[in-house]
């Protein structure tokens, strides 16, 4: 009786923890649309909201701060349970879409359709540097990339001589290779695409607009359902591969499928938003050590995490220099940055 009443317990501190960060989302992000270079009182944000006939900021609420607001949700929603996945699949702490060079690959993917395929217009450099005229063909090239850095990283995980430190430095490798080959991209643009591409690279949520968050629904959407279907072989999959398949569990099959649905977040938010670094190891570490190993709560609590940790940084990027706007991209790198030394220290010793 007294292992049920703990599980109970347990289970209710999970719980009462999703519902936390999904209030503490609510209103992180009710504050957001009221930030800027142009704040927006409690009345003013009422009424664009409900569109009422003369309201102001109708157009700046609509067309920009909502969208923003929404992209920042999607992707660091889908960035952190893309790292969740990852850690897991690869059995490694410091595994996420950045460390492993799928971000690199997908940014990579999507320059070369932006440059080769043209599926990018470019014009002068300011937030329209890029306006992506074939948001499909960008999205496919870049999940491309991601796939590319995913098989790598799979069949490297795979050798049994391979440490977990091993696959991280061949991350490094692989993101120092796709970072190659963009610069030979950019060598043989014009300067116009040069320029354009840089600035597009950045990790802005100035990008995300209805159609781009559409798209980044979309693919979140499909990507929760598998990994809400495949909850249980992912819990199987912790107590080693053999024990998954004395279960049942069809490990080759689950991994592949796991790290696509993975790539395919991790790619559509890059090729609409640029690189954004460590959301995806930041928010499942700091979830997983709250709520531990049980993917039934690790994943939607990193979708939380990881959404309000986007957005915070969105908002630390739209204030601490106004009127000046900061790429979040810049705001994630230097929060994960030491968080990331900090675990390569742990896990060395």
């Given at each position: 009786?007294?292992?049920?009443?703990?599980?109970?317990?347990?289970t209710?501190?999970?719980?009462?923890?999703g519902?936390?960060?999904?209030?503490?989302?609510?209103?992180?992000?009710?504050?957001s649309?009221?930030?800027?270079?142009?704040?927006?009182?409690?009345?003013a944000?009422?009424?664009?909201?409900l569109?009422?006939?003369?309201a102001s900021?109708l157009?700046?609420?609509?067309?920009?701060?909502l969208?923003?607001?929404?992209?920042?949700?999607l992707?660091?929603?889908g960035?952190?349970?893309?790292?969740?996945?990852?850690?897991?699949?690869?059995?490694?702490?410091?595994?996420?879409?950045?460390?492993?060079?799928?971000?690199q690959?997908?940014?990579?993917?999507?320059?070369?359709?932006?440059?080769?395929?043209?599926?990018?217009?470019?014009?002068?450099?300011?937030?329209?540097a890029?306006?992506i005229?074939?948001p499909?063909?960008?999205?496919i090239?870049?999940?491309?990339?991601?796939?590319?850095a995913?098989?790598?990283?799979?069949?490297?995980?795979?050798?049994?001589?391979v440490?977990?430190?091993?696959?991280i430095?061949?991350?490094?490798a692989?993101?120092a290779?796709?970072?190659?080959?963009?610069?030979?991209?950019?060598?043989?643009?014009?300067?116009?695409?040069?320029?354009?591409?840089?600035?597009?690279?950045?990790?802005d949520?100035?990008?995300?607009?209805?159609?781009?968050?559409?798209?980044m629904?979309?693919?979140?959407c499909?990507?929760?359902?598998?990994?809400g279907?495949?909850?249980?072989s992912?819990?199987?999959?912790?107590?080693?591969?053999?024990?998954?398949?004395s279960?049942?569990?069809?490990v080759?099959?689950?991994r592949?499928i796991?790290l696509?649905?993975s790539?395919?977040?991790?790619a559509?938010?890059?090729?609409?938003?640029?690189?954004?670094?460590f959301?995806?190891?930041?928010?499942?570490?700091?979830?997983?050590?709250l709520?531990?190993?049980?993917?039934r709560?690790?994943?939607?609590?990193?979708?939380?995490?990881?959404?309000?940790?986007?957005?915070?940084?969105?908002?630390?990027?739209?204030t601490?220099?106004?009127?000046?706007?900061l790429?979040?991209?810049?705001?994630?790198?230097?929060?994960?940055?030491?968080?990331?030394?900090?675990?390569?220290?742990?896990t060395?010793?």
């Amino acid at each position: 009786m007294d292992t049920k009443n703990q599980y109970r317990r347990a289970t209710a501190r999970k719980l009462m923890l999703g519902a936390a960060l999904l209030l503490t989302l609510t209103g992180t992000a009710l504050f957001s649309v009221t930030v800027g270079s142009l704040d927006i009182g409690p009345n003013a944000l009422l009424d664009a909201l409900l569109r009422r006939e003369g309201a102001s900021f109708l157009h700046v609420l609509w067309s920009i701060r909502l969208p923003r607001m929404v992209g920042a949700i999607l992707a660091g929603a889908g960035l952190g349970v893309a790292g969740a996945v990852m850690q897991d699949i690869l059995r490694n702490p410091l595994a996420s879409p950045f460390t492993t060079g799928v971000s690199q690959g997908a940014a990579f993917g999507a320059a070369f359709a932006i440059i080769v395929f043209g599926a990018g217009q470019t014009h002068a450099i300011g937030k329209e540097a890029v306006t992506i005229a074939s948001p499909y063909l960008v999205v496919i090239s870049s999940f491309c990339g991601a796939m590319l850095a995913v098989a790598f990283i799979l069949g490297l995980s795979s050798l049994r001589r391979v440490s977990a430190e091993g696959v991280i430095l061949a991350g490094v490798a692989l993101s120092a290779f796709f970072g190659a080959a963009t610069m030979l991209l950019q060598y043989f643009a014009s300067d116009m695409q040069v320029a354009a591409t840089v600035f597009w690279t950045f990790g802005d949520l100035g990008k995300a607009g209805w159609r781009e968050n559409g798209a980044m629904l979309f693919a979140v959407c499909v990507a929760f359902i598998w990994f809400g279907v495949s909850g249980w072989s992912h819990n199987a999959l912790q107590w080693g591969e053999e024990v998954a398949e004395s279960l049942g569990v069809r490990v080759i099959r689950l991994r592949v499928i796991s790290l696509a649905a993975s790539s395919l977040m991790v790619a559509v938010a890059t090729a609409f938003l640029g690189v954004i670094g460590f959301v995806g190891l930041l928010a499942p570490h700091t979830v997983r050590f709250l709520v531990g190993n049980d993917h039934r709560f690790l994943l939607p609590c990193s979708a939380l995490f990881g959404a309000l940790l986007l957005l915070t940084s969105d908002i630390l990027a739209r204030t601490v220099m106004q009127p000046v706007t900061l790429p979040v991209g810049i705001i994630t790198s230097l929060a994960g940055a030491p968080l990331f030394l900090a675990l390569l220290t742990k896990t060395k010793r």
